[in-house]
């Protein structure tokens, strides 16, 4: 179940345990990768003056595998290259894929607090990812006000 790459040796409980750890290591840098990279986008969202729910937005663009729209939120990265984003979108994929094999299903995010920063134009967003499972994690996702939306920093 979710360890198809250990079929050959036993796994202890520690090992699980610390495999997972590792996976959720690997999802947090990840995001970081992502946030740190490109886009500009026309997407309206429901609640454009909601951190929190900007945040969940995101997160399933990335589950439902809608790559550009997610890369075209990233503000970091508004005069890059169309060469660049394409590179960016490249690796995207494979780490959500890489994900995908390691990890079930998520089926459901929630946005667990929003903390907006300096003069109202920062914002992390903790968010709560549950997987088909039942397993449960945590993750930050960090948010910039930009182009009157709130968009990935």
């Given at each position: 179940?979710?360890?198809?790459?250990?079929?050959?040796?036993?796994?202890?409980?520690?090992?699980?345990?610390?495999?997972?750890?590792?996976?959720?290591?690997?999802?947090?840098?990840?995001?970081?990768?992502?946030?740190?990279?490109?886009?500009?986008?026309?997407?309206?969202l429901t609640s454009?003056?909601?951190?929190?729910?900007?945040?969940?937005?995101?997160?399933?663009?990335?589950?439902?595998?809608?790559?550009?729209?997610y890369i075209q939120?990233?503000?970091?990265?508004?005069?890059?290259?169309?060469?660049?984003?394409?590179?960016?979108?490249?690796?995207?994929?494979?780490?959500?894929?890489?994900?995908?094999?390691?990890?079930?299903?998520?089926?459901?995010?929630?946005?667990?607090?929003?903390?907006?920063?300096?003069?109202?134009?920062?914002?992390?967003?903790?968010?709560?990812?549950?997987?088909?499972?039942?397993?449960?994690?945590?993750?930050?996702?960090?948010?910039?006000?930009?182009?009157?939306?709130?968009?990935?920093?």
């Amino acid at each position: 179940m979710g360890f198809q790459g250990h079929a050959d040796k036993d796994l202890y409980p520690s090992e699980i345990k610390k495999e997972k750890t590792e996976m959720r290591a690997l999802f947090c840098l990840f995001l970081l990768l992502c946030l740190f990279s490109c886009g500009k986008s026309n997407k309206v969202l429901t609640s454009r003056d909601n951190p929190g729910d900007a945040a969940v937005y995101y997160a399933w663009c990335i589950v439902e595998e809608k790559y550009d729209e997610y890369i075209q939120a990233m503000q970091s990265c508004d005069s890059a290259s169309e060469d660049y984003k394409n590179k960016m979108k490249i690796l995207v994929k494979q780490m959500v894929r890489q994900r995908r094999s390691q990890q079930d299903s998520c089926v459901e995010i929630e946005c667990l607090h929003a903390d907006i920063k300096y003069d109202g134009s920062y914002a992390n967003t903790f968010l709560r990812l549950r997987y088909a499972g039942d397993s449960t994690e945590t993750v930050m996702l960090p948010l910039v006000w930009s182009d009157g939306r709130w968009r990935l920093r």
